[in-house]
């Protein structure tokens, strides 16, 4: 019915599994750096603060909020 060699293949079968999930997982992560190039941003006008809001986020702007 079990022997040891059936149990230890087991193991083995699942813990290779485990770590080819590891892996791809790993690979499938984005990474936290954006790039600047892909970045939807806007310039105020009026006080060269970069957002990515329609409108200024500075409180200290001049510009009409």
Known sequence: MFSISKIFTLIIILLAITF???ILSKKRKPSKVKDP???DVSKCPSCGVWTSEK???NNNC???N
Do not use: A, Q, S
């Open 20 to 22: 080819i999930f590891k």
């Open 37 to 39: 190039k892909n970045l």
């Open 55 to 57: 409108i200024c986020t």
């Open 62 to 64: 001049p510009f009409d």
